[in-house]
């Protein structure tokens, strides 16, 4: 008896996701680039099927652009979308800091000493995709010890369109130093529990984003066409 049973069609295509996910991270799959499906079946040795079941995940979180009889293409982000999207993340964000901070533990404090701690272990390292990844994770980490399922629920459903922006600027050295501090500043806040000065420090982050997002758009020129 096969001591190893087979993987499930959808288990793969759940495995595709992220894997592809990783991809346009780490830059490989780039904003606006033409995704091979023969080229990434060779690559990950599946068939079509699972790989396009993934692709629609992608779509779905808006990483990916589907087109009929055209295939599918790296999603490219909208300046105007920046300009709708940030600044409400950044409201967000600064009420989950200011409601973290009235309810943080101590046992909340020392898990977000650690996320911080390798977050800075990554940027000192250069690895963008582990940096990229906790990043995210402290952000989350945040909203759950803020303990508002609302302004939780409304920070995941924009999540995943500010996840098609994030993925796309990939920062300079200037702007990930920048990045850091950022995070730096905002830890100093959180373990003097000082909610005000979290709240302006969050929002003044998102804004630092945008500005990332923008200029790795203008970077990205005018779209391919066909």
């Not at 992608?58 to 300009?83: C, F, K, Q, S």
């Amino acid at each position: 008896m096969n001591e190893h049973p087979l993987i499930a069609r959808r288990s793969l295509a759940t495995e595709l996701v992220g894997r592809l996910r990783d991809m346009i991270v780490e830059g490989t799959l780039k904003a606006g680039d033409k995704i091979s499906e023969p080229d990434l079946c060779d690559l990950f040795g599946v068939s079509r099927t699972p790989l396009r079941e993934a692709l629609k995940v992608l779509a779905a979180e808006g990483l990916v652009d589907l087109t009929p009889n055209r295939g599918a293409r790296v999603a490219r982000i909208a300046p105007e979308a920046v300009e709708e999207l940030f600044p409400i993340m950044g409201m967000l964000e600064a009420l989950a800091g200011e409601l973290a901070c009235a309810r943080m533990g101590a046992d909340d404090l020392a898990r977000l000493e650690t996320m911080h701690a390798e977050m800075v272990g990554h940027w000192q390292r250069g690895e963008w995709v582990p940096y990229s990844r906790l990043n995210r994770q402290i952000h989350e980490e945040i909203f759950r010890i803020a303990g508002n399922a609302t302004l939780a629920g409304l920070y995941q459903n924009l999540m995943v369109r500010i996840h098609a922006v994030r993925f796309v600027a990939r920062k300079s050295a200037e702007r990930w130093a920048e990045a850091v501090e950022d995070h730096e500043r905002m830890m100093a806040a959180i373990r003097r529990r000082d909610g005000a000065a979290l709240s302006a420090l969050m929002r003044e982050h998102l804004r630092h984003k945008a500005d990332v997002v923008h200029e790795a758009l203008g970077e990205l020129g005018a779209p391919e066409q066909g």
